[in-house]
């Protein structure tokens, strides 16, 4: 899943300004009622996800005779969106095998497929331990059918398309009392349910509330959830995804923020204790958009290459490639966040004279980042801070203000750089 980067200002100092953080798209789950995967598509498409892409979505996935509604319904005084599907009679159960070949199938980005794969295989082989079975053997029942598929599958693609990096997950109440499935009555919350809630902050009850987290939407919170949300986001969008209870003293919902929160917030929040060094390094889930020109002239392909990287592009890197009948090119590759990708291609596809554009899905392991700002004998310059995996930390002077303080003072770069980092205690 890709983040995306922008600014935000934080603090004040006499010689040291931070004046920008890169920053990352994460999503904040606030099971207070409980989680499901209807839900959970519901609270996605409450904070900004196009409907279209969910009442598409059984075409999308190849699934037939599948209907979708989606509604604006009341719980406890509270606007929210439910997810309903009308599904034809279906197999009874169905092996991880035949799920796999459904997924596979999709045209959904392979980073959503490994997840959802990972949340199947995760529930299968609770299955399969609860039963005393193999993987191989069990069957899977309310979380293999056709509404579950479309739940796992549309809720992460849906977070992709988002631009989310991160979901954080706050403590879920497990319900009481007892549900029907296809394994007779059994108490809440059942078995597999537990079991994939295992690692997970709960809290029992409410009491009377019955089911209040499915299989389906314990396994989408194991699978997605990095912990608590971070110390520090600023919101910028919520919705609500609405169950299919109606309680009188409370809202039966779950609530989705979408926020930006500092790379380092970020960083901190997903270290595992004892780890917390390491984790600061913070791996993304980017698109790389590569097209081959050998019909522009120099000039042109630099101007391609600005217009792109001034337009949201991560970076922009022109390689020297080989192209038909040992024709010499140039290869540009546009490293971009997951809900900048559409765009950018068009504009590749738009303003260059290539004729078409690769794509593909690649994780990067960046450093988290800071941008400060000192005064160098009254003249500004901005420095990139980052933080190693070790916590040292390491500056870099951006290279045109350290020119223009250089010329204007009639100084060397290096005294000039040197300067710089001085100001802000790092050698």
């Known amino acids: 899943m890709g983040g995306q980067q922008s600014s935000i200002a934080v603090s004040h100092h006499p010689l040291s300004t931070i004046h920008y953080l890169p920053i990352m798209r994460i999503a904040i789950l606030d099971p207070f009622s409980g989680v499901s995967g209807d839900m959970f598509l519901g609270a996605l498409l409450d904070a900004g996800l196009d409907e279209a892409f ?59 497929k490994e997840k959802a794969m990972r949340a199947f295989t995760l529930i299968t082989e609770c299955e399969a331990a609860i039963h005393g079975t193999t993987v191989e053997r069990v069957h899977l029942h309310e979380v293999g059918s056709v509404d579950a598929i479309l739940d796992i599958v549309g809720s992460i693609w849906g977070l992709e398309k988002l631009g989310v990096s991160h979901v954080f997950c706050g403590t879920i109440p497990l319900g009481d009392g007892f549900v029907d499935t296809a394994h007779g009555r059994m108490a809440v919350p059942t078995a597999a349910t537990l079991r994939l809630l295992e690692g997970l902050p709960v809290r029992p009850g409410p009491e009377g509330s019955g089911e209040l987290v499915t299989p389906t939407g314990a396994a989408l919170v194991r699978v997605l ?47 595992a204790p004892g780890e917390s060094d390491e984790a600061l390094a913070i791996t ?104 190693l995996p070790d916590g040292r930390r390491r500056a870099k002077p951006e290279f045109e203000d350290v020119q223009r303080v250089a010329k204007t003072q009639d100084r060397s770069l290096a005294e000039v750089a040197a300067e710089a980092v001085s100001l802000l205690g790092m050698n």
């Open 225 to 271: 959830s990095a912990g608590a949300a971070p110390s520090e986001y600023i919101p910028r969008a919520s919705g609500f995804g609405a169950g299919t209870k109606e309680f009188k003293d409370r809202a039966n919902a779950l609530r989705l923020v979408l926020a930006d929160a500092p790379d380092a917030a970020v960083a901190r929040a997903v270290a």
């Open 284 to 387: 993304e889930t980017l698109v790389m958009l590569a097209a081959d020109i050998d019909d522009a002239t120099g000039e042109q392909i630099a101007s391609f290459a600005e217009t792109i990287r001034t337009s949201g592009a991560l970076d922009v890197t022109l390689l020297s490639t080989m192209m038909k009948k040992g024709r010499p090119g140039t290869r540009i590759e546009v490293l971009c966040a997951v809900s900048e990708s559409d765009r950018l291609e068009r504009l590749l596809l738009s303003e260059s004279t290539t004729i078409g554009v690769r794509r593909s899905v690649v994780t990067r392991r960046a450093l988290p980042r800071e941008q400060h700002e000192v005064h160098v004998r009254g003249e500004t310059v901005r420095l990139k801070v980052v933080t």
């Open 54 to 112: 969910i009442t598409s979505l059984p075409t999308t996935l190849g699934i037939d005779g599948v209907t979708v509604e989606v509604k604006t319904v009341s719980r406890g005084m509270i606007a929210c969106k439910k997810v309903d599907f009308t599904i034809p009679p279906q197999p009874h159960g169905r092996h991880l095998k035949h799920i796999k070949a459904i997924v596979d199938a999709t045209p959904a980005p392979d980073s959503v």
